[in-house]
């Protein structure tokens, strides 16, 4: 099974180290230093950090998870680039780290700081997006492939023929080509029986708002004979819907996207978001600490899958699942897990709950 990936956008500038937690046993996997009381877990997460509400999600319960474990957390969050991660991996590893969990910026620039941490006998976790081209301890993500069969499905099911538009994530990770791949694997056949015929296809250089307005923009410019966006993610979604809206078009053209952000949740109550795909974050977080704990003390989990990463190694892969959401069953997952309230889905009542 093989797995390419994704990546994100340009920002700000910040720092921040969390969560200190209890006594642990460590079992002596580095041999560079020897068992100590807890597990110290550097955290290096350089990508659309301030402007995908996600990722804060994502800080917060792993680190919570972390600390249950009896895990120290050293997070190092940045919008800066490639460049700005490398050094601030740089900085966890002369901080005395048992494992680096990364969530990479760019999915191929990484390896020879990833071969760094390794060569210094530190395991290394991908965390949502996977690293290319070094061999890495494990993979933990959504299957990210299924997002893009999401859809295919949905879009196919509301505009069977018609004219569709596909807007892609960053060009830098892999997670977007998994996403396209598994979009293409459902839509293709349409499109060769000319049920379906894609005006046009954008790649991103960054998960960016900016870019997305501009590049949607560009086309909308060119034509609105548009009947579906399958937008990469919520932000894209949200800058379609934007455009949509400036030319009175929002919700009768079919937009989907994935992160089930609070905005998206709620165009897909008000109707001009077709579908969010759903990523449960508690799950995927409270595993990867799990696993980041256990592999820093030479435990090799079970994997569901193993990917290949280019890097002539197989790569442990612990893959969660992702989950359409429509207005008719929001309660019974975004709310009902806790991702959103119903409070700030329904707009402290402004709009108004499906009931089944």
Known sequence: MSVNRMRAAAGALALACLVAGVAFG???????????????????????????????????????????????????????????QIAQINFLL?????????????????SGVVKKARDARIPVVAYDRLIMGVPIDAYVSFDNREVGRLFGAVLLASVPRGRYLIVNGSVRDNNSYEVNAGLKSMIDPAVARKEIRVVDEIWLEEWSSDEALEKIGAVLERTTDIDAISCANDQIANAAIQLLAERQLAGKVAVVGQDADILSCQHVIEGTQLMTVYKPIARLAQRAAEIAVQVARGQVPTPDFEVDNKSGAMIPFYMEDPMAVFRENMDETVIRDGFHSAEDVYRGGVLRPVRN
């Open 26 to 84: 460590l079992s002596g996997c580095r041999a560079r230093k020897g068992a100590r009381d807890k597990v110290v877990i550097g955290f290096s997460i350089a990508t659309d950090t301030f402007i995908i509400e996600r990722w804060n999600k994502d800080i917060k319960i792993f680190s919570d998870a972390a600390r249950e474990l009896g895990a120290e957390v050293i997070v190092q969050m940045s919008a800066g680039g490639t460049a700005e």
């Open 94 to 110: 002369a901080r005395d780290i048992d494992v680096l969990v990364v969530v990479a910026h760019d999915t191929e620039m990484l």
